[in-house]
């Protein structure tokens, strides 16, 4: 994975070296979320990528396998983990790519590769769905999580909606949104981290000590052709979804200290290697052991398909709330940056913890409403996992690689990226088709707010 040269010569972009900064931007960016601590070392790196990639997916991973089949469940996980790592390593080499600037978001390097104007409209939406998109997701696996606690603690008492675990568990953003920058929350992402690596491995442990099932069967769970055809499409999106760190890579390295001699993707890929290891000994187990132990009857969680021993599976559930309170944060955290930004310097509003407060507080409120309208966790996974992570993850860092360094055409780089590319665009019309119609049946039988 040979670095090219960028087709630019050393000085020629000394306009964006920030010579000229007014101390006014110097005081937005040391305000905003993203631009204000510089001073992480390499392993927040590896604990907020895992945090990042490693959720609500891993969960969903054995029911993707039941959908997908032995084969091409096996296929579609070991691509995605080695197209992905491709693609997160090109995230890493090109943040400072161009000399004396960094691009410490995903839509100043679109910018970079598209233009001004066109760079904002291709990244910026697909970021701010994937990431509004996965807070959702995290608002109704935590309060699922949160229910399946309580009726494994508490079976004869009362039924308690859905609806109010997803507020319970949105409670404790309204105060941990209020930490400034991703430097305060590394507490909470540490957290999570290792409460990642717990309940994976609890649950392939307990799948194990289960035993496979008397009834276990292999074979496809649709009824007809239709329902295996489209089935098979949401789990691709479910894989998808699994790995969604790169829409928060370059600003978790915009938060590592860069000079010349020490660029900062030397302790960033550090990160990226350990955090992709973590990835690895999470999903696969998981992924593998699920679907063997209880075939195509698996849930869409594998938790749920867990019932015994009941204080173990009650403790998997509670990491699982731990990790996606602080999976939620690193989601929400450039989502606030971007909308503070656009206050800021847009609206000319005055930075201040007032403005922060109003700002963030909304937004977590519009997603519990979001989460608490729409918990369809199997579909919105396959959904989003298709729609908008297949373009920011599998193809899009990749064709921003080809306008940027431009390799030689039919050289292993110029290949290697167009493969990428071709697996991307079939996930991104593929899966949202299968998710789509999951969603669609779930919705008939539901009764909002319930």
């Known amino acids: 994975m040979g670095t090219e040269s960028p087709p630019y010569e050393l000085n020629s972009f000394s306009s964006v070296q920030n010579h000229g900064e007014s101390a006014k931007d110097k005081a937005v960016?040391?305000?905003?979320?993203?631009?204000?601590?510089?001073?992480?070392?390499?392993?927040?790196?590896?604990?907020?990528?895992?945090?990042?990639?490693?959720?609500?997916?891993?969960?969903?991973?054995?029911?993707?396998m039941a959908e997908l089949g032995w084969g091409p469940g096996m296929a579609v996980l070991v691509i995605s983990w080695v197209v992905t790592f491709y693609t997160l390593w090109q995230m890493v080499e090109m943040h400072e790519m161009v000399p004396g600037k960094r691009f410490d978001r995903y839509h100043e390097l679109g910018q970079h590769a598209f233009g001004e104007k066109l760079g904002l409209w291709i990244v910026v939406p697909q970021q701010l769905i994937v990431e509004i998109g996965v807070n959702i997701v995290y608002m109704v696996t935590g309060?699922?999580?949160?229910?399946?606690?309580?009726?494994?603690v508490s079976p004869n008492a009362p039924e308690i909606r859905l609806t109010y675990f997803i507020m319970i568990f949105a409670s404790c953003h309204f105060v941990l949104s209020f930490l400034p920058n991703f430097n305060s929350i590394s507490a909470v992402s540490l957290s999570a981290a290792v409460m990642s690596l717990s309940y994976s491995t609890i649950a392939w442990t307990a799948s194990v000590a289960k035993g496979v099932q008397p009834t276990v069967e292999y074979t496809y769970a649709g009824k007809t052709?239709?329902?295996v055809v489209f089935n098979f499409l949401s789990a691709l999106g479910d894989v998808a979804f699994a790995y969604a760190g790169?829409?928060?890579?370059?600003?978790?390295?915009?938060?590592?200290?860069?000079?010349?001699?020490?660029?900062?993707?030397?302790?960033?890929?550090?990160?990226?290697?350990?955090?992709?290891?973590?990835?690895?000994?999470?999903?696969?187990?998981?992924?593998?052991?699920?679907y063997w132990i209880f075939g195509n009857s698996v849930e869409d969680n594998i938790l749920i398909s867990l019932e015994k021993p009941k204080w173990l599976i009650a403790m998997a559930n509670m990491f699982v709330v731990v990790h996606v309170i602080g999976s939620y944060q690193i989601y929400a955290m450039p989502v606030f940056d971007m909308?503070?930004?656009?206050?800021?310097?847009?609206?000319?509003?005055?930075?201040?913890?007032?403005?922060?407060?109003?700002?963030?507080?909304?937004?977590?409120?519009?997603?519990?409403?979001?989460?608490?309208?729409?918990?369809?966790?199997?579909?919105?996974?396959?959904?989003?996992g298709g729609f908008v992570l297949a373009p920011t993850t599998y193809f899009l860092p990749c064709i921003?690689?080809?306008?940027?360094?431009?390799?030689?055409?039919?050289?292993?780089?110029?290949?290697?990226?167009?493969?990428?590319?071709?697996?991307?665009?079939?996930l991104l019309i593929l899966a949202p088709i299968g998710a789509l119609r999951q969603i669609i049946l779930s919705a008939s039988q539901y009764k909002f707010y319930s």
Request: include cysteine; aromatic fraction near 16%; glycine fraction near 6%.
């Open 29 to 64: 960016d040391d305000w905003l979320p993203i631009t204000s601590s510089r001073n992480a070392k390499w392993w927040y790196s590896a604990f907020h990528n895992v945090t990042a990639m490693v959720g609500a997916g891993v969960l969903g991973l054995p029911y993707a």
């Open 225 to 227: 052709r239709t329902d």
């Open 246 to 290: 790169h829409n928060v890579v370059l600003e978790i390295q915009a938060t590592i200290p860069s000079t010349p001699e020490k660029p900062s993707k030397k302790p960033m890929w550090r990160g990226v290697v350990v955090a992709y290891i973590v990835v690895a000994i999470c999903y696969f187990p998981v992924a593998i052991i699920g």
């Open 143 to 152: 309060g699922k999580s949160l229910k399946k606690v309580h009726d494994l």
């Open 339 to 384: 909308i503070e930004t656009f206050l800021v310097k847009k609206m000319h509003f005055t930075p201040c913890f007032r403005l922060r407060f109003i700002a963030r507080t909304t937004y977590v409120a519009l997603t519990m409403f979001l989460a608490m309208t729409f918990p369809f966790f199997g579909g919105l996974l396959g959904f989003f």
């Open 400 to 426: 921003m690689w080809l306008v940027i360094y431009k390799p030689r055409k039919f050289s292993l780089s110029w290949f290697t990226n167009w493969i990428c590319i071709i697996l991307g665009v079939l």
